[in-house]
């Protein structure tokens, strides 16, 4: 965070994102990795450097290997108290990846639980989706008749913390 904060000039950033954790290849390591990655946030934080963090998860929340519980449940242990700053989360959303959109209809799934508890939510590749033969492709561009930066997320706030 410290080459970040010299790089764009800030002493403090807003969010910083934990990319994909669940790659830490041991599912039963993975809570012991977010716990002190947590920690190293919530101390950045408290010394100014940080505003909040979140999670950027592509497959963590779809294939079981972690909850908004369970992050919530962490980053209150790494803070020592539950006004910890993990704020944010980020999930892939598209026409391909939409299960996360069907719970979040009836307030369930990672959004969901997310909204409970106040948290911003980002969704990553929101305009592509993937074939079965793992070709990339663009459709919601060509559906709605314009372009859409697939590269740039889109986020979601739940309606009690928008501003």
């Given at each position: ?31 012991i ?23 950027a998860?592509?497959s ?104």
């Amino acid at each position: 965070m410290e080459r970040t904060r010299a790089a764009l000039g800030r002493a403090c950033l807003d969010t910083v994102f934990l990319h994909n954790p669940e790659r830490t290849g041991d599912p039963a390591v993975l809570p012991i990795v977010l716990r002190e990655a947590f920690a190293v946030r919530e101390e950045a934080a408290t010394a100014g450097h940080l505003s909040t963090y979140g999670i950027a998860t592509w497959s963590g929340f779809t294939e079981g290997l972690t909850t908004v519980e369970e992050l919530d449940r962490l980053a209150t242990e790494a803070a020592g108290s539950p006004d910890h700053r993990l704020r944010v989360g980020q999930l892939p959303v598209s026409l391909v990846e939409a299960d996360v959109l069907e719970l979040a209809l009836d307030s369930r799934g990672p959004i969901g639980e997310a909204a409970e508890h106040g948290w911003q939510v980002f969704v990553s590749a929101p305009c592509t989706a993937v074939s079965s033969c793992g070709q990339r492709l663009t459709i919601l561009p060509r559906c709605c008749g314009r372009g859409c930066p697939s590269h740039r997320p889109a986020c979601w706030q739940p309606p009690h913390v928008q501003e």
